[in-house]
C-alpha cells in the first residue's frame, strides 16, 4: 500500500502547470518509480503465495510473469536512477518493460478472475491495475494532455494499485473456520 502513490508523485513531480519536464536521469522520479513498482511486485507476490490465481498451471504462469516483466522495468527504474548510460539503446528498449508489463496485468487480472478464488470486488482489482494504461491512453486523446488528464491518470493509480494492495493484504488474513463441536480454528 506504501507503494500505491508513488506513480501519481512521479507523474506529478515531472508535470509542471500541464507541460510534461523533460526527464531527468538522476533525479528523484526514478526512486519514486523503484518504489512504486516494489510495491507492485510485493502486490503481485503476494497473490501469488495466496494462490489468488488459483491452482491451474497456466494460471500461475501468468503470475510469475507478470512479477519477470515488472523486475525487468524495475531494473529500467534503477538504471534511470543512477544516471549512467541512460542515452544508450539499451535503456531505451528497457524503456519498453513499463508499458509491457502494464498492458500485461489485463491477462494478470483475467487469470485471477477466471480462478473465482477471490470473493467480491477483490477479484476484479488486479484487471482494474490492467485497464490503467489503455483507459489513461483514451482519456489522454479524447482530452489531450491537460492537467484534468493528469489528475485523471493519478487518481485511477492510486485507488487501483491501492485496492490491489489491500487485497493482497486480506489474502493472506488467517481463514477461520469451525470445527464441529462450534470452536473457530485458524486454517
Not at 508489463?101 to 482489482?125: C, E
Not at 489531450?144 to 491501492?162: D, E, M, P, Q
Request: with cysteine.
Amino acid at each position: 500500500m506504501v507503494g500505491a502513490p508513488f506513480l501519481a508523485i512521479e507523474m506529478l513531480g515531472s508535470n509542471v502547470a500541464g507541460q510534461q519536464v523533460p526527464q531527468v536521469t538522476t533525479d528523484w522520479a526514478a526512486i519514486a518509480d523503484v518504489v512504486y513498482m516494489l510495491g507492485w511486485m510485493c502486490s503481485i507476490y503476494a497473490l501469488l503465495r495466496a494462490g489468488a490465481a488459483g491452482e491451474r498451471k497456466w494460471a500461475n504462469i501468468i503470475l510469475k510473469t507478470q512479477l519477470i516483466l515488472l523486475g525487468i522495468a524495475n531494473i529500467y527504474n534503477l538504471w534511470g536512477a543512477t544516471g549512467i548510460g541512460t542515452d544508450s539503446i539499451y535503456f531505451q528498449i528497457l524503456d519498453l518493460s513499463w508499458p509491457i508489463s502494464n498492458a500485461f496485468m489485463l491477462a494478470t487480472g483475467i487469470a485471477i478472475i477466471k480462478a473465482d478464488v477471490l470473493r467480491g470486488w477483490q477479484k476484479y482489482a488486479a484487471l482494474v491495475v490492467g485497464f490503467w494504461l489503455p483507459v489513461g491512453m483514451l482519456v489522454m486523446m479524447l482530452f489531450g494532455r491537460v492537467n484534468a488528464t493528469l489528475y485523471f491518470g493519478v487518481t485511477y493509480s492510486i485507488l487501483a494499485w491501492g485496492a490491489l494492495a489491500i487485497v493482497a493484504y486480506k489474502a493472506h488474513e488467517p481463514k477461520v473456520v469451525y470445527n464441529r463441536f462450534g470452536i473457530p480454528e485458524i486454517a
